[in-house]
């Protein structure tokens, strides 16, 4: 049992994840926590994993994260496909993967994709010229957030925000700020229940509740707008044409889930595609700023890539396999959930202790990432592992596992590839000094202070 009082001692909620790496020192690769009515068995090896998977049933299911559905029962609002469970999620989300995580969808999705990256790096040179100097210094994550945002807003619409152009619409700033105050607020949450907080009237339920209505208000209007433009039968017009209308689209023609249903997951989607990627791809441009020949052999992979595939995209990025390689090694060090977690349904056998069904077991994410005994180096930020004969056995878990892994997986690589690429074959990322930066938990790990990058034309 670890005591609350270690909790609080370490750091609390921000530091959640360092307390994780200790307590699997303290304790062993197997552990029991309870924090208020939290009770979890904690799991860090890749055969525990295996095992955990193994046992996580028809319609896996997840630690429930209240303040999440409270809003929604709160405001009446349908749960989508990352809060429903049983039978209701698998009828969801089996419609879902077909338009937004299925192999086959990719191709619709890279022409999208990447004409946003193209105008990242217009963006970027603007920047740099107006800079007055031959390169710009700076903290991208607000960027990065701008470019997420409208990554997946091309996917799921079809059609561009223009979120990388001179003015930025205050919605669109005040939906990403939304989104950032959501998971702030959602930690000290967690193990409250937030119905005792929304009784207290207490300030972190209101500033919930206020980033949800501004993200759902903003996603209700997109979807709107396309719901509307369907009906005059403009939408069709481009179906017609043989242009992709989006994901949003897709399923209103389909037809196949409730208008309710649909805005609810493509409003998750839309909340949960912004501080994702921007995170990671932050964290990536940062290892490569400290890590200058890494940096040059992936540049020169892409370049050749570029050269082989004469301009078929699709092929060009089967063809850069270091870079996908670069992005695994950002989630081990890097990775977004500070952990997975499964409700297991029938008994399971790890590290010789019984498991009873219906318990809730954690894989440490961030711990098993670190850890020497898994990952020989784990220091070290070195994508070729993923290439060697290194065992690859339930290691690379960074978007989760199974038929509930992350739903915008395909998105989310395909944007970030893309996003890569196109800074690669353009800057060179340099740092601008030393410090060593930290993770700090907010219900996504992010870093805890600000990266800032020097960016310069090759
Ligand atoms: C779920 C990670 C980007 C939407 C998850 C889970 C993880 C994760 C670990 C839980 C999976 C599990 O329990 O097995 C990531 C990472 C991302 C990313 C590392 C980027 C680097 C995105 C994007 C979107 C998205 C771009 C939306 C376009 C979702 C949704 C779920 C989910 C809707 C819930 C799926 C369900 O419960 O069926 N993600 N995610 N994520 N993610 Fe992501
Ligand atoms: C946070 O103890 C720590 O992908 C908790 O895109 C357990 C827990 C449960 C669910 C996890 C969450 C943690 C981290 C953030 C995750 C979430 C499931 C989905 C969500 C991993 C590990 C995320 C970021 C989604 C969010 C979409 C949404 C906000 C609309």
């Not at 690379?396 to 800074?423: D, K, V, W």
Request: charged share 25%.
């Amino acid at each position: 049992m670890v005591t609350v009082y270690n909790f609080w001692k370490l750091g609390g909620f921000k530091n959640i994840h360092n307390i994780m790496v200790h307590n699997f020192n303290t304790f062993g690769p197997i552990y029991r926590e309870k924090i208020g009515s939290y009770d979890s068995v904690n799991i860090i090896n890749p055969e525990d994993a295996a095992i955990l998977f193994k046992a996580e049933g028809h319609y896996p299911k997840r630690f429930r994260v209240e303040p999440w559905t409270s809003y929604r029962d709160y405001r009446h609002r349908e749960y989508g496909v990352l809060l429903k469970d049983g039978e209701d999620w698998r009828s969801n989300r089996v419609v879902l993967n077909k338009e937004v995580i299925a192999p086959k969808v990719q191709c619709n999705f890279v022409p999208l994709l990447d004409e946003v990256g193209q105008d990242f790096v217009g963006r970027i040179y603007k920047k740099i010229e107006r800079s007055g100097q031959r390169s710009w210094t700076v903290d991208l994550h607000q960027e990065l957030f701008k470019y997420a945002l409208e990554s997946v807003g091309s996917v799921l619409y079809g059609e561009r925000f223009g979120l990388l152009q001179d003015h930025i619409d205050p919605e669109a700033k005040r939906f990403i700020d939304s989104i950032t105050v959501m998971f702030k607020t959602t930690t000290p949450m967690l193990y409250i229940p937030p119905g005792l907080l929304r009784r207290l009237g207490s300030r972190v339920w209101t500033e919930h509740v206020e980033a949800w209505d501004v993200i759902f208000n903003q996603a209700d209007r997109c979807i709107q707008n396309i719901y509307r433009e369907l009906r005059t039968s403009k939408r069709e017009d481009t179906v017609d044409q043989g242009k992709y209308p989006g994901v949003l689209a897709n399923l209103l023609m389909l037809d196949k889930l409730s208008i309710e249903d649909i805005k609810a997951s493509i409003t998750e989607l839309m909340a949960g595609g912004v501080d994702t990627t921007s995170t990671t791809l932050l964290w990536t441009l940062y290892e490569l700023s400290r890590n200058t020949d890494l940096q040059e052999e992936l540049r020169a992979e892409v370049l050749t890539a570029r050269q082989a595939s004469q301009g078929d995209l699709i092929l060009m990025l089967k063809s850069v396999p270091l870079l996908k390689a670069a992005i695994k090694e950002t989630l081990r060090l890097h990775p977004v959930a500070v952990n997975l977690q499964r409700y297991i349904t029938e008994d399971i056998v790890m590290q010789n202790y019984l498991i009873p069904a219906g318990t809730l077991v954690q894989l440490g994410l961030y711990a098993m990432g670190r850890s020497h005994r898994i990952f020989p180096h784990p220091e070290m930020y070195r994508p070729s592992r993923w290439l060697r004969s290194e065992s690859q056995y339930f290691r690379s878990l960074g978007f989760g596992f199974g038929p509930r892994q992350c739903l915008g997986r395909r998105i989310a690589e395909t944007e970030m590839q893309l996003f890569l690429i196109h800074m690669l074959e353009n800057f060179r990322i340099e740092k601008q000094n030393k410090v060593k930066v930290q993770s700090t938990f907010e219900l996504i790990l992010v870093p805890e202070r600000p990266i800032v990058l020097t960016i310069r034309p090759l």
